[in-house]
């Protein structure tokens, strides 16, 4: 098994121990299940597919799907994965597939997801044109695409002529990134994924890095020293813990002034 789905969390920058700062986007990965499954002999091909989140509004297909697969709710996002290797093993109908069954630190995978809807643009936006010049009468038409080029013949537009129009929501997919680590259930991809935030990103392995290219990413570390995965979920005791030690060394400091003012009192009495 080589693709795993997961929901786009974040996107920052980490550090790897050679120093070198990477951006990275954070995709957390719940564990995915195996709803259906596909053989050479009855469709023709070898494929299972495996879902994803929870459906609110669910066709009755796909309550009858995810029935099958022993599920109380449908799945919102189902992908189906192909197996073209003869000899390799197909989970289970019903079967779970967590993250480090699929990913390991290291591996080099390509993730695919629905980028930003930006609605209706121009050329400028859309297509990267300079317009046309401010001044010699068109000082209204500054983003304007200009002459179309077509005369009597052919006496049309040709077809994917770079114009205005819907731009975003395509099914975008980034190459070449690699894992640069994996904490509890998320998983740390160095670079960027397209979509918004909790959007849902397929992650496919497609090789593993040289153990002399790869080096892993820089953990952060909390005040004492631990992992902020690991970090406990109670911090009030500690907190309470500190403001008291501040206030016995107020009271400590506070004991040494009072006694020299006593003395210094004494002295201009003498």
């Known amino acids: 098994m080589q693709t795993i789905i997961g929901q786009k969390s974040e996107q920052t920058q980490r550090f790897l121990t050679n120093g070198t700062?990477?951006?990275v986007t954070v995709v957390c990965v719940n564990p995915n299940k195996v709803l259906a499954s596909k053989s050479m002999a009855k469709e023709g091909y070898n494929a299972v597919q495996i879902g994803a989140g929870v459906h609110k509004n669910p066709t009755?297909?796909?309550l009858g799907t995810a029935k099958k697969a022993n599920l109380t709710?449908?799945?919102?996002?189902?992908?189906?994965?192909?197996f073209f290797d003869v000899n390799e093993v197909m989970p289970e109908v019903g079967a779970v597939i967590s993250l480090t069954d699929v990913l390991q630190p290291g591996d080099i995978v390509n993730a695919t997801g629905t980028s930003k809807g930006k609605g209706w643009a121009g050329v400028v936006k859309r297509h990267n044109f300079r317009g046309g010049p401010r001044t010699h009468g068109q000082s209204d038409r500054e983003r304007a695409p200009g002459s179309l080029g077509q005369t009597t013949t052919p006496g049309r537009v040709y077809k994917g002529k770079r114009m205005a129009g819907r731009m975003g929501s395509d099914t975008v997919t980034v190459q070449n990134l690699f894992v640069a680590d994996i904490i509890?259930?998320?998983v740390?991809?160095?670079?960027?994924v397209p979509g918004h935030l909790n959007s849902f990103v397929v992650i496919k392995k497609t090789g593993k890095m040289a153990d002399k290219k790869f080096s892993p990413m820089l953990r952060m570390e909390n005040m004492d020293g631990m992992p902020v995965s690991e970090e406990p979920a109670n911090t009030q005791a500690p907190k309470a813990e500190v403001t008291n030690q501040v206030e016995e060394t107020k009271f400590e400091s506070a004991a040494p002034t009072s006694e020299v003012k006593v003395e210094k009192s004494m002295e201009e009495a003498k």
Do not use: T, W
């Open 21 to 23: 700062r990477i951006p």
């Open 60 to 62: 009755r297909s796909q």
């Open 73 to 82: 709710a449908a799945p919102k996002v189902i992908k189906e994965v192909r």
């Open 184 to 186: 509890g259930n998320k």
């Open 188 to 192: 740390y991809l160095a670079g960027l």
